[in-house]
């Protein structure tokens, strides 16, 4: 089965029912990947815009992880790099935005234990160094 890519606005109409026929769409849309009769696919940079655009309608850290871990889980959706969204979800806190737990993540994952940087929220992570120039 071929895969097919899924942008941000796809899982924003899935979970907002904004507009009632594309919320519809979209939802039978999942169905048919939780099916298996659809292959659904999406990258790192979608489930960011994802983050941010759930943080611009003043969602709770807490309400977007939960709305992240319950969308990376979707039956029939492959996430590109998932243990690094996984690993981001576990680092982000009000102390260090989204965006930056991706960047540390990436780091982790390439065994990279520190960089440079003038942002002190880098500090509160452990398994990374903070250095300035």
Same mark, same amino acid.
């Not at 990376?72 to 982000?92: C, D, F, M, P, Y």
């Given at each position: ?17 904004? %507009?009632? &026929? &594309?919320?519809?769409?979209? =939802?039978? =849309? ?15 940079? $979608?489930?960011? *815009?994802? $983050?941010?655009? =759930?943080?611009?309608?003043? &969602?709770? /850290?807490?309400?977007?992880? %939960?709305?992240?871990?319950? /969308?990376?889980?979707?039956? @029939?959706? *492959?996430?590109?790099? =998932?243990?690094?969204?996984?690993? +981001?979800?576990?680092?982000?806190? @009000?102390?260090? *935005? ?6 540390? +993540?990436?780091? $982790?994952? *390439?065994?990279?234990?520190? @960089?440079?940087?003038? %942002?002190?929220?880098?500090?509160? $992570? ?8």
């Amino acid at each position: 089965m071929t895969k097919s890519f899924v942008d941000t606005n796809i899982f924003i109409y899935s979970l907002f029912p904004v %507009d009632p &026929k &594309k919320h519809a769409a979209c =939802l039978a =849309l999942f169905e048919k990947a939780q099916r298996g009769d659809e292959s659904l696919w999406t990258t790192e940079w $979608v489930i960011s *815009e994802l $983050v941010w655009l =759930l943080g611009r309608m003043k &969602k709770s /850290t807490t309400e977007i992880k %939960d709305i992240i871990e319950n /969308t990376i889980s979707t039956k @029939g959706l *492959e996430v590109r790099n =998932l243990h690094i969204i996984q690993e +981001a979800l576990r680092i982000w806190s @009000g102390k260090v *935005e989204f965006i930056d737990a991706m960047n540390i +993540a990436m780091c $982790v994952d *390439e065994e990279v234990t520190r @960089g440079y940087t003038y %942002d002190k929220e880098f500090d509160t $992570v452990p398994r990374f160094t903070r250095l300035v120039p």
